[in-house]
């Protein structure tokens, strides 16, 4: 199984040698003509053993950029001391290694054996050139996808799920507690708590509830509880439901919701699936395999795309990039997409802002739209979060990154384009990258520049189909983002002086 993947893992390795080895099979065997071993059916030449010879190996540490910033982020704030949290302030939420990664300045961090064992099972995730989307765009681009839908859960997610859960087990707790927005994270940490026999409880947005009753059964199947919220079980939920009995929910409201039952039980804790510094951690090891990959085939990226809701596979893809940029050996353009509909980056306001609805959570200096931003439900639920990763923002801020916003029509349309030629349905969510990565392509084949884009194909968008049947039938609109709405949530800030 490992192996399998593993020679998978690297047919950048194949599509390089075809582009040199340009004229047919005879010169694909001369690229490695000195293993001519009989080979496995389907790749019935000898660069499938040149494939496997390539093949990254599964980083041991994940990469922490905050070590490399020249100005350190700042701190998360205690909601009524309005003082930088402390460790304790957090334990009854996360288990203790969590919250030491999460304050953590080391560059470096260990990952643990049985985690790296579990990674096993979908990595190393492979690094595709997109040949044949760039030949229907015509563009003397080269485009390549990071693709980590090969994952159980179908996206990014099960490598924070996996660690997060590990730690938990490790530290001898029973029960964790969750919210998904659009069943991604929900399913993911369902599975790692399928490993670790842990019980597993999740909020799901009501939004996506009713529309992916397949990722509900995927929690279910890996053995989760699920609620729709807002739901009646919590203090939270309950309030939402009088003022609006039909609320299709939010990320923000979902998240009140896991963590007051966290913090009112002692035998349980929380976990998020994105936006906080130890999320984006795990996720660097999609950015450190993808820098060796890149380096096998001797390709350096000129502009890095990816999608962004909370932030953390931009995260993971992107921080080992920009610890290169850093070093001064690679200047990247490093561009994170978001839907118009909820534009956190592009819109929101960088301040002190509660990461929930009900504002249980410390105060966190980021980009929002308001702890009270109830975004439409578009359809890619993932993309739907009042807030973005302080990390990012801050990132942000320093002008190491930048940020642009598509609405959902321009975004389903390339998605189309992007599964007729490479043959991949893509989540909602990276619908979004994969449109920027075709505007960017496009203004190539205008000005004849050939640059390396690569892009992040977080997921795979199996359970999403509701959403392709939506736009199929031609019936996706672009939802009009109100200002109004978003200048009414962010008066609702909290003041908060830093
Ligand atoms: C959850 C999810 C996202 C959004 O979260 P980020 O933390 O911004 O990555 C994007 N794509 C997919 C496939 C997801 O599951």
Not at 392 to 417: D, K, N, W
Not at 482 to 487: A, F, M, P, V
Request: hydrophobic share 40%; charged share 20%; proline share 8%.
């Amino acid at each position: 199984m490992a192996n399998q993947f593993l020679v998978l893992s690297n047919p950048v390795s194949i599509s390089r040698s075809s582009s040199i080895y340009v004229k047919g099979k005879e010169q694909w065997l001369g690229c490695c003509a000195s293993k001519t071993k009989p080979m496995h059916p389907w790749l019935s030449n000898g660069c499938r053993a040149r494939a496997s010879l390539n093949a990254v190996e599964i980083p041991r540490q994940w990469y922490n950029l905050i070590a490399d910033l020249p100005v350190k982020p700042p701190p998360p704030l205690h909601p009524k001391t309005l003082q930088p949290i402390k460790p304790e302030d957090l334990s009854p939420l996360f288990p203790d290694e969590l919250i030491k990664q999460e304050a953590s300045n080391d560059r470096f961090i260990d990952i643990p054996d049985e985690v790296l064992e579990i990674y096993k099972l979908w990595r190393p995730t492979p690094l595709i050139r997109a040949k044949r989307l760039e030949k229907i765009l015509d563009t003397p681009a080269r485009i390549y996808y990071k693709y980590e839908g090969i994952s159980p859960a179908g996206s990014h997610k099960p490598n924070t799920a996996v660690p997060q859960v590990y730690y938990n087990a490790k530290q001898g707790v029973k029960n964790v507690v969750t919210e998904t927005g659009a069943g991604q994270w929900g399913s993911s940490l369902a599975f790692a708590c399928s490993l670790f026999d842990i019980d597993c409880e999740v909020w799901q947005v009501r939004a996506s509830y009713d529309q992916k009753p397949y990722r509900r059964l995927m929690m279910q199947t890996w053995g989760a509880k699920v609620h729709p919220s807002p739901s009646n079980i919590t203090e939270a939920g309950r309030k939402i439901l009088e003022a609006d009995p039909s609320s299709p929910g939010s990320l923000g409201i979902a998240i009140s919701e896991a963590v007051e039952v966290a913090a009112t039980n002692a035998d349980t804790k929380y976990c998020l699936g994105s936006v906080l510094n130890h999320v984006l951690l795990h996720q660097t090891v999609i950015g450190e395999e993808c820098i060796k990959q890149m380096e096998s085939i001797g390709e350096t990226p000129d502009l890095i795309i990816g999608c962004i809701g909370g932030g953390s596979n931009f995260a993971g893809l992107t921080f080992p990039f920009i610890r290169e940029k850093l070093k001064g050996k690679i200047n990247p353009v490093i561009r994170a997409v978001e839907p118009a509909a909820c534009p956190s980056i592009t819109k929101g306001l960088y301040a002190y802002d509660y990461g929930d609805t009900a504002g249980m959570t410390p105060l966190m200096k980021m980009h929002t739209l308001g702890h009270n931003f109830i975004p439409d439900p578009i359809h890619a639920g993932g993309l739907r979060y009042h807030g973005m990763a302080p990390l990012i923002s801050h990132v942000y801020e320093l002008g190491f990154m930048e940020a642009i916003s598509i609405p959902q029509t321009e975004c389903f349309q390339s998605a189309i384009r992007f599964a007729r030629s490479e043959g991949l349905i893509a989540a909602p969510e990276p619908t979004h990258a994969i449109a920027a990565t075709i505007r960017e392509a496009l203004q190539c084949k205008e000005s004849g520049d050939a640059k390396v884009i690569l892009m992040a194909m977080c997921g795979h968008g199996h359970f999403d189909l509701t959403s392709y049947e939506t736009y199929l039938q031609g019936n996706l609109v672009d939802l009009s983002f109100s200002e109004e709405s978003i200048r009414e949530s962010l008066a609702k800030i909290p003041l908060v002086v830093a």
